[in-house]
């Protein structure tokens, strides 16, 4: 009952503070009749001095008094004798105007939203919104029922196998670690979860091949040595500590096994792209860098920097190519046009904002070049 008061008070207030200017320009139209009834009672009187002081003569004061008696009748507050019938009408509307607004809207609203509302029904509790199906939640009641979950059963593999990603994503790199650990403790040294956490470990230190990260992949491979993931992890670990000539190996056997079609083709060939040109101006082919080879000195460098500029364009409209942007951000930094080679990374990182092996690849070069990836502001 009380909270039925407040909204009574309530919308009483909205629609006094919205109708009173109204109802009073309306009063104000009306009652400026019987002002003006006043002023010419007033020059009328005016009128007597003025004809006694001989100010006017005799035919003019008769002349203004039928004028001023003539607007005074039309003044008057006899409907009966000086008002129209629409005049009359048009008094009664804002009144009408203004008992609809006060009684029938909140009377209205009122019987509509006892017709088709739910007023007795209480707050739906957080137990039952979480005991709906996963299907029909949002991210943040699914983290907490689970979590509810793993509180009452901290040996359920599934729980933890749901949270790890999600904390991951949310960049809630403690508690991702810790869930993949404990999917560690539960299963076993499952090549999929250790090199899972190794990523993470790798993508919390800005794409960095950390030894905690290599013995994760290490690890995974000891299990199984064909797994793909962790044989990509530790050849970009590899090129990272400059062993070029072991890395180059590892990614061709595993370019190799998976074809053209394999999940992980495209980050292996931009990794091995980069590797082939992590110490030259990379030419789109090895025939453009031999004809680039016999030119003399000063055209060498002209040709070197048309390449770079239609490279650059290329990307522009497809800029899906990591192993071009890879080549694009070294060229730069070995014609030392570093701000330009920043702004190159920054534009692919945005554009590989949801692939995160290709940002690892991108950080990594960042990392290696020395490259500051923070945007600037």
């Keep these: ?14 629609a006094v503070s919205i109708l009173l200017p109204y109802a009073r320009a309306r009063r104000g139209a009306v009652d400026r009749g019987g002002s003006d009834a006043e002023v010419y009672k007033d020059q009328l009187a005016e009128i007597e001095k003025d004809l006694e002081r001989g100010a006017l003569s005799s035919a003019e004061a008769d002349a203004a008094r039928l004028e001023i008696s003539r607007r005074l009748l039309r003044a008057s507050d006899l409907p009966s004798q000086t008002e129209p019938l629409e005049t009359i009408k048009t008094r009664w509307r804002p009144r009408v105007v203004l008992a609809t607004a006060f009684l029938l809207v909140p009377l209205s609203a009122i019987v509509f939203y006892l017709s088709f509302g739910a007023p007795g029904l209480p707050d739906r509790p957080l137990s039952d919104r979480l005991a709906t199906s996963i299907e029909n939640q949002d991210v943040a009641i699914l983290v907490a029922r689970v979590e509810r ?5 901290p040996d ?3 729980g933890w196998a749901i949270l790890a990603p999600i904390y991951a994503r949310q960049g809630r790199f403690f508690e991702a670690r810790r869930a993949f650990e404990q999917l560690l403790r539960i299963e076993g040294d499952v090549p999929a979860i250790l090199t899972d956490l190794g990523e993470l470990i790798v993508v919390e230190n800005q794409g960095l091949v950390t030894e905690e990260a290599m013995g994760r992949f290490m690890t995974a491979l000891d299990v199984d040595p064909a797994f793909p993931k962790a044989r990509y992890y530790r050849a970009l670990g590899l090129v990272q500590d400059g062993a ?3 890395a180059r190996a590892i990614l061709v056997a595993l370019r190799n096994d998976g074809g053209p079609d394999a999940s992980w083709a495209q980050s292996v060939d931009a990794l091995l792209a980069d590797m082939q040109s992590a110490v030259r101006v990379p030419a789109p082919d090895q025939a453009s860098a031999d004809a680039i080879a016999v030119l003399p000195e000063d055209d060498q460098q002209a040709a070197i920097e ?14 899906e190519d990591l192993a071009g942007w890879s080549q694009l951000i070294r060229a730069y930094v070995v014609l030392e046009r570093h701000e330009e080679a920043r702004r190159s990374l920054l534009t692919a990182l945005d554009h590989f904002a949801s692939d995160d092996p290709a940002r690892l690849r991108l950080l990594t070069i960042a990392e290696e070049l020395q490259i500051d990836a923070m945007p600037r502001r």
């Design 244 to 246: 070029l000539d072991e």
């Design 306 to 319: 048309g390449m770079v500029a239609g490279l650059a364009a290329r990307l522009a409209t497809s800029p």
């Design 149 to 153: 979950a793993l509180q009452d059963d």
């Design 156 to 158: 359920d593999a599934r």
């Design 1 to 14: 009952m009380l909270v039925w008061s407040i909204f009574a008070v309530l919308t009483a207030i909205a």
